[in-house]
């Protein structure tokens, strides 16, 4: 059984800066590609960032030059390092983990995390 589980998540104000950690456990001989979606209430799921299993990395527009994702190998662990945070970047923020077991290539998702930006 393959767990992603979210963290670092809360209230901040407009301006401020969070970091999002994922960690993905289990029966995993490796993982592919790491990536943070987020929902916001009334809204569809929409890709954050991603990064691959060779670093390279891919942003919404929303959050280029603000958000920065970065992973380590070791303990198939991602981050999602969030400045200058917007009240529209208010939402339940995702982790997915491609992840390559005996099972084959699956994708999980882990249980969310709120992060709430006041103005």
């Known amino acids: ?30 993982v592919n590609a790491m990536a943070w979606y987020r929902q916001a209430p009334g809204k569809q799921r929409e890709l954050v960032a991603v990064i691959r299993s060779g670093d390279s990395a891919n942003y919404a527009d929303s959050v280029k030059g603000r958000f ?6 070791d303990k198939n662990t991602v981050y999602l390092q969030m400045n200058n945070l917007k009240p529209e970047d208010t939402a339940v923020y995702y982790c997915n983990a491609e992840t390559i077991s005996f099972r084959g ?7 969310g995390t709120q992060v709430t930006v006041s103005s």
């Open 68 to 73: 920065t994702i970065s992973r380590d190998n």
């Open 1 to 30: 059984q393959v767990q992603v589980v979210e963290s670092g998540g809360g209230l901040v104000q407009a301006g401020g800066s969070l970091r999002l950690s994922c960690a993905a456990s289990g029966l995993i001989f490796r």
């Open 105 to 111: 290539t699956q994708s999980y998702w882990g249980q």
